[in-house]
């Protein structure tokens, strides 16, 4: 039993590696340069002491020890740890909509255009558990707090965006017309149900190993009669 557990270290090591580097690429897009390396040093030490500890639990002087950063550090930068729970899920859920973009940038029917909604969403999940993990825990702290109107204007402007994409009649292939606010949870229900139960381990196989089934079933779920 020992000499297997030594040899699962490396693999373990790799994989926290791996996971570390893929949020601070998240971090760096959203704060590059040097001059904001303090920030994203804090905002990652954040990151875990939520995902370990949960939110409420989390204290700021916890934070702080993480990240070897100050309190003057956190409320210059942040204003208040709602401020750095606000800025960290605002910075995972821009890097989610850009991969979402990308997706939708080449997608040319109605068909494409839903897969390519299920395919930025468990792809991004895939990719950046430890980020998913805490939006999931985050949505309703932010939603409550003192960023919910920032939040709900953010989901109004992504609402509209992808509506937008839907809207243009010369996409062949047509929806359902139902409310619009009934079609976000049946093209993307299916995946987030997955995803929590990745994330929550009770799934062994990445949310993006089942895309295209997602993806098929998103489509079935809102596909209109010719």
């Not at 490396?10 to 949020?23: C, F, L, N, S, W």
């Not at 702080?64 to 309190?71: I, K, P, T, Y």
């Not at 939040?151 to 292939?173: E, H, I, S, T, Y």
């Not at 009934?182 to 139960?197: E, F, Q, V, W, Y």
Request: charged share 25%; aromatic share 8%.
């Amino acid at each position: 039993m020992k000499q297997a557990s030594k040899t699962n270290e490396p693999k373990a090591a790799q994989k926290a590696e791996e996971k570390a580097a893929g949020v601070r690429g998240v971090l760096e897009r959203a704060y590059p340069g040097s001059r904001a390396q303090l920030k994203r040093r804090m905002l990652e030490g954040a990151l875990a002491c939520f995902n370990e500890h949960g939110i409420e639990p989390t204290t700021i002087e916890m934070i702080l020890v993480r990240c070897e950063a100050s309190v003057g550090n956190l409320y210059h930068h942040f204003g208040s740890k709602e401020g750095l729970v606000a800025a960290l899920f605002f910075c995972a859920l821009q890097d989610q909509a850009a991969l979402v973009d990308e997706e939708l940038a080449r997608a040319h029917t109605m068909r494409e255009g839903v897969a390519a909604l299920v395919y930025g969403y468990v792809d991004w999940v895939s990719a950046q558990p430890e980020l998913a993990r805490f939006m999931f825990q985050a949505r309703s702290a932010v939603s409550k707090g003192p960023h919910a109107a920032e939040l709900q204007q953010r989901n109004r402007q992504r609402a509209k965006l992808v509506m937008n994409w839907f809207a243009q009649a010369d996409r062949p292939g047509r929806i359902k017309d139902w409310p619009t606010e009934l079609l976000p949870s049946l093209i993307i229900g299916a995946a987030d149900n997955l995803s929590r139960a990745w994330l929550s381990g009770r799934v062994k196989a990445t949310p993006a190993q089942y895309r295209e089934q997602l993806a098929e079933a998103a489509w079935l779920s809102v596909a209109g009669s010719d």
